[in-house]
T-cell receptor, first 115, second 111 residues
């Protein structure tokens, strides 16, 4: 199984809502990532979890709150988002965090629209 | 520090023609290089990767890339374009940091 599964595929939320994005992998990977991708742009790294601990936060606003309940699951909690936060949110996993072990497996993404 | 530069934000080829997507990298450590493809509203799929075992790397869907250290390049090629190759292509480099992506090249294939 080389899949990274993200739910939901689409999400529309108001600026006062609280919602969560979910990501799951069963490849035994020990690093998981959240990326944000705007239209016609490359993915931008948001967070990295390594062995279930937050290792990188790329100065992401606090309205985005990641959580790694166990080695297979990664959540992104959303609260008080702005319309400019609308984007494709991608989850990825890697077996490690350096060198060849950074070959990333990506989920299909969640298309988020903030209204 | 690591970075990737993709030359050409948009490449257009005729069906059956050669595909060449350019990627140059910069890395302070021996690099690992990757090409990913992204279809509209989907995630990224790995096409191929350079692992230092061989400089000519073959990937899925008939794509290949050659690592040239002297030119710091890792260009992606395919001998004959197919309509289904139309997509966004990202070159990425890894070393001692998470993947760093280039800005992407949109490939259009004309019938």
């Amino acid at each position: 199984d080389t899949e990274v599964t993200q739910t939901p595929k689409h999400l529309v939320m108001g600026m006062t809502n609280k919602k969560s994005l979910k990501c799951e992998q069963h490849m035994g990977h020990r690093a998981m990532y959240w990326y944000k991708q705007k239209a016609k742009k490359p993915p931008e790294l948001m967070f990295v979890y390594s062995y279930e601990k937050l290792s990188i936060n790329e100065s992401v606003p606090s309205r985005f709150s990641p959580e790694c309940p166990n080695s297979s699951l990664l959540n992104l909690h959303l609260h008080a988002l702005q319309p400019e936060d609308s984007a494709l949110y991608l989850c990825a996993s890697t077996s490690g965090t350096s060198g060849l072990n950074t070959e990333a497996f990506f989920g299909q993404g969640t298309r988020l629209t903030v209204v | 520090a690591q970075s990737v530069t993709q030359l050409g934000s948009h490449v257009s080829v005729s069906e059956g023609a050669l595909v060449l997507l350019r990627c140059n990298y910069s890395s302070s450590v021996p690099p690992y290089l990757f090409w990913y493809v992204q279809y509209p509203n989907q995630g990224l799929q790995l096409l191929l990767k350079y692992t230092s075992a061989a400089t000519l790397v073959k990937g899925i869907n008939g794509f290949e890339a050659e690592f040239k250290k002297s030119e710091t390049s890792f260009h992606l090629t395919k001998p004959s374009a197919h309509m289904s190759d139309a997509a966004e292509y990202f070159c990425a480099v890894a070393g001692n940091t998470p993947l760093v992506f280039g800005k992407g090249t949109r490939l259009s294939v004309i019938a």
